[in-house]
């Protein structure tokens, strides 16, 4: 201590850290710093990527409302095309004034022929129609349709 002063500071350094002590402490906040700068880069990232969803999602509700929209519209469409039908069928129902009956015809000579028989063409039948062979069956009918 200096002569003279009567101070209770003390020249002693015993009480203030070491310079290894003050090292040790600069790595520890560099080590603290970096670790912060790695989550700063990671919460930037993160920013980014929340932009880039909220764009997405904007994007998504327009084009959900537009299709809700269309969707409204087609039901509507739809709406409509069952009442036209529900009158077109009520029309359809009253009676005719020509009563219209269906005729079902033969199309080969194998329906005209008994199905007893074992093999109808080339054979005789001798039930309610004689037919000698299916040549001649269709040959007679040309010939009434004429």
């Known amino acids: 201590m200096a002569k003279g002063m009567d101070s209770d ?3 002693d350094d015993s009480d203030s850290p070491s310079i290894d002590e003050l090292l040790d402490l600069v790595r520890e906040h560099q080590k603290v710093i970096k670790k912060q700068s790695k989550e700063i880069k990671n919460l930037n990232a993160l920013n980014d990527l929340n932009a880039s969803v909220a764009i997405n999602f904007e994007d998504l509700m327009c084009k959900f409302n537009l299709l809700s929209k269309e969707h409204e519209e087609l ?12 009158s077109l069928e009520m029309k359809q129902t009253i009676p005719c004034a020509i009563p219209i009956s269906r005729v079902d015809a033969s199309t080969s000579c194998i329906d005209l022929i008994d199905e007893s028989c074992s093999n109808p063409c080339n054979e005789k039948c001798y039930e309610n129609v004689v037919v000698e062979s299916c040549d001649d069956l269709i040959a007679k009918e040309n010939d009434e349709l004429k």
Do not use: C, P, R
């Not at 039901?75 to 529900?86: A, G, V």
């Open 9 to 11: 500071v003390s020249d």
């Open 75 to 86: 039901k509507l469409k739809f709406e409509s095309i069952n009442n036209t039908n529900d």
